[in-house]
């Protein structure tokens, strides 16, 4: 099971690349409810695929369709070259980690891990070999008698993967793998989970509703919003490029405002808003006078108790509204003229000099950022 | 006079506080009493209408049959000069071992017993699971229709039956109506009408144990088991047939049971022709009023029935220790 040496860490930038899942035209309906619709999308050998949204985004089906558990409506989902339209969950070269992880409760540790090598007729050496050797990896040797109900939550996770794992699948399915963690151990496991795919080279598709978990896992990130892919992308795209409010806004934190385009021009956009005319270099495609919005991500914005020594665009003055102190940063809610909240984050760099913070409430401020830094979106 | 209010108000308080201590520790007291209570009546019912009963049979089986009232002799005999001598007498229990017909019929009834209760689970396992996979309303409807016999009086369904089985019964005219058969089947009076009846009967003792423990089983775990390459079959018996053990234990002891002293079903469907224990039992102590012997053959069969039980449990018990 050693780690293949990957030439290519993007390989959905390859022109040629075969991907390992293709789905195309995929929809599923329950009833009158449209749980996906019309989704395509190719995964590639060695990802590791977040699926992202909130809860009723379609996300869990669209991953339970993979594994063979839904039928799709209409659309075709492909693994590894193979139509999976007629091929029960049993015989699907994938294997999924449940969100609940569905140990046996009457199998031992290691009776679980088995036991899908049991039904694949693997002999019985190979099988102790295989186990002994997946429980050294998720560390687990000394609890391979004990029964799940004898096993904390993560040691549980872990079984969960190790049997999963265990069948060296052509692709790992993990529905919200860290949900059922507490916040230390999650972000703890989020880091192992990631290592541990390096390590066995198997593609991953995760589904999660929690965008940091997203961020630190995937090699790319596909955002659902009913049913339907808001967009794909690396988490850098999709963080700093997102391509419509709704990613602006479910990934981090932004302060969008609505505005108008008054100029478009091949280096820069003009929008008129109610935080001042913004000033956006780069041209983005828009059109002259067209509705459009503006995200600004509040750590992207400078807050200044002095007033620029030379006017520029993207600059306005305000007033500290409200302060949340988070110890290695902190938040300022800054209130404009016009009544416009601004959400700002500044790192706290440098320890202050005395207890008292060095901007506080009803300070008047200043705030900048660079031209670069407001995202231009047309939907 | 200021003085002396304040001294009566404190006396009150003082006298208040101790009363609330008191009653405190009452209500501790009683707290305490409250486990005792909840852990000594299942103990003192078990004690009046179960222990009891069984010595008083139990000392009857070891008695002797006697014309009087009531019919059986003492065991303690005070005949002698002061000292009472105990009597305990063995002829019925080695009876029942001399006499073929008892340990016949004692076969017979686990024999009925048994296959009865198979059939129950054959029938009740696909039932018990139809159940608990059906939607919320027809669940209940469904609950509520395996219950439904209950409200008819036992020995009325069992009459039903009767007038179903006979040879001018309902199923032997229809089928000769319809043109199926000439002559009537024979189903009444025979070991056939018995394991209709047993089946019939106690079948809601089989699907409701199962039912409450298939409710409580994890539908994701077939999931997890197709997605390891598990067939469905193989599911059934590698994954659900395991974690339903101990409904299927519950539900064919609830049903065996009872099935192998059963009277009224082999007395009514098999007529004269099915050796059944309580049959035996029944007519020991009405028909020949002895006792002594009919005690017996209850405490045996109490043996046959607790013996193998306790024995499981111990080696059970055992088992989910290790």
Request: proline content about 6%; hydrophobic content about 45%.
């Amino acid at each position: 099971m050693a780690a293949e040496p990957s030439t290519n860490d993007t390989p959905w930038l390859v022109a040629d690349a075969e991907p390992l899942i293709r789905i195309k035209g995929v929809s599923k309906k329950f009833g009158d409810f449209t749980a996906v619709n019309n989704v395509n999308l190719d995964i590639y050998q060695g990802e590791l695929f977040c699926l992202l949204g909130g809860s009723g985004c379609g996300k869990t089906t669209l991953l339970r369709m993979l594994a063979g558990f839904e039928t799709p409506t209409s659309g075709q989902i492909i693994i590894d070259g193979v139509d999976m339209s007629d091929v029960p969950p049993y015989e699907r070269p994938t294997n999924m980690m449940f969100q609940s992880y569905a140990l046996f409760p009457h199998m031992s540790v290691e009776k679980n891990v088995a036991f899908g090598l049991k039904q694949d007729k693997v002999p019985k050496d190979e099988i102790a070999e295989r186990v002994h050797n997946i429980l050294k990896l998720v560390e687990l040797e000394d609890f391979k008698a004990r029964k799940p109900q004898q096993l904390s939550g993560g040691q549980r996770q872990r079984v969960a993967l190790a049997r999963a794992l265990v069948k060296e699948p052509k692709v790992l399915l993990l529905d919200e793998p860290l949900a059922a963690l507490d916040k230390k151990l999650r972000e703890q496991t989020q880091f192992e989970l990631a290592n541990i795919q390096e390590e066995v080279g198997v593609t991953f598709v995760v589904v999660t509703h929690d965008q940091e978990e997203a961020m630190t896992l995937s090699t790319r990130i596909a955002v659902m919003d009913k049913g339907e892919f808001q967009q794909i992308g690396t988490p850098t795209e999709i963080y700093e490029f997102p391509d419509n409010r709704f990613v602006a806004d479910f990934i981090g934190s932004a302060n969008i405002v609505e505005g108008k385009v008054v100029e478009n021009d091949a280096d820069h956009v003009l929008v008129s808003t109610d935080l001042g005319d913004i000033y956006i270099d780069h041209g983005q495609p828009t059109t002259k006078g067209s509705r459009v919005w503006v995200a600004i991500r509040p750590e992207k914005i400078q807050l200044s108790k002095e007033a620029p020594k030379k006017a520029a665009p993207n600059q306005i003055a305000g007033k500290v509204d409200d302060i949340g102190y988070l110890g290695g940063m902190s938040i300022y809610l800054v209130r404009l003229e016009n009544g416009e909240i601004v959400d700002v984050t500044t790192p706290n760099l440098l320890r202050p000099k005395n207890k008292s913070q060095g901007i506080t409430w009803e300070d008047d401020v200043y705030l900048s950022w660079e031209p670069s830094s407001a995202m231009l979106l047309n939907k | 006079m200021s003085a002396s209010a304040q001294d009566a108000a404190g006396k009150v308080s003082k006298v208040s506080t101790d009363s609330s201590g008191l009653l405190s520790r009452l209500a501790r007291k009683l707290q305490s009493r409250w486990r005792t209570i909840v852990i000594v009546i299942p103990f003192v019912w078990l004690l009046l209408f179960f222990l009891a009963p069984f010595f008083i049979v139990a000392k009857i089986s070891l008695a002797e049959l006697k014309i009087a009232s009531p019919p059986f002799t003492n065991m303690l005999d005070w005949s002698g000069d002061g000292f009472p001598k105990i009597r305990l007498i063995f002829d019925n229990f080695v009876y029942l071992w001399e006499d073929s017909l008892y340990f016949r019929t004692y076969l017979n009834s686990i024999k009925i017993a048994a296959i009865s209760t198979f059939i129950c689970l054959l029938f009740g396992y696909p039932i018990a699971y139809g159940i608990v996979r059906s939607g919320p309303v027809t669940k209940q409807l469904l609950l509520f229709a395996v219950i439904l016999p209950f409200w008819t009086s036992f020995l009325l369904r069992v009459y039903a039956w009767m007038g179903l089985l006979a040879d001018q019964g309902t199923i032997n005219n229809l089928l000769i109506w319809v043109g199926l058969i000439d002559e009537p089947i024979r189903m009444l009076y025979n070991e056939f009408a018995v394991y209709v009846g047993i089946v019939y009967t106690y079948m809601p003792f089989m699907i409701l144990p199962l039912y409450a423990n298939m409710e409580k089983l994890d539908s994701t775990l077939n999931e997890a088991a197709a997605d390891l390459g598990s067939k469905p079959s193989n599911t059934f018996f590698k994954v659900t047939l395991p974690l339903t053990m101990p409904g299927i234990i519950a539900g064919s002891l609830l049903v065996f049971i009872p099935a192998t002293g059963e009277y009224v079903i082999p007395d009514l469907l098999g007529g004269g022709n099915v050796l059944m224990i309580g049959r035996l039992l029944y007519n020991e102590f009405s028909a020949n009023t002895d006792w002594p012997l009919a005690a017996a053959v209850a405490i045996v069969l109490l043996l046959l029935l607790v013996l193998p039980m306790t024995i499981y449990q111990y080696y059970q018990g055992k088992a989910t220790e290790a």
